[in-house]
């Protein structure tokens, strides 16, 4: 994948999960993993892609905007600086993370390094 096409996948991904879009983020996230894709909350398991994706929405779609900061890539990989902003009981909290794209033989493989507040 060109870096171009790989960059702009990866800011679509935020634009749709914004704009509450999950079944394209999923297509998207199929046409960039053809062969599967797994998310990884760095310090934790991998979980299968559509799962994770699906507690993730459970929690924070719609609610919760993710707006990238900066995004780079070289090749198959590609980096994401984002601030997350998160609706708590004691208002909104911005929660900053840095999160990582792999494709390779054909799975999608990202990476989630954050702080989960205490």
Not at 7 to 20: P, T, V
Not at 25 to 36: I, N, Q, R, T, V
Not at 64 to 77: C, F, I, M, R, T
Request: a negative charge.
């Amino acid at each position: 994948m060109k870096d171009e096409i790989f960059k702009q996948a990866i800011e679509d991904n935020y634009r749709l999960w914004n704009e509450n879009k999950i079944d394209d983020l999923l297509a998207l996230f199929d046409k960039m993993g053809p062969e599967g894709f797994t998310i990884e909350y760095v310090g934790q398991e991998p979980v299968e892609g559509k799962k994770a994706i699906a507690d993730m929405w459970a929690q924070y779609g719609g609610k919760s905007p993710a707006k990238p900061q900066l995004v780079l890539v070289n090749g198959n990989e590609g980096a994401a600086y984002v601030l997350n902003y998160v609706q708590t009981d004691k208002g909104e909290m911005v929660l900053p993370s840095l999160e990582t794209y792999k494709v390779e033989d054909g799975k999608l493989t990202i990476r989630y390094y954050h702080n989960i507040p205490e």
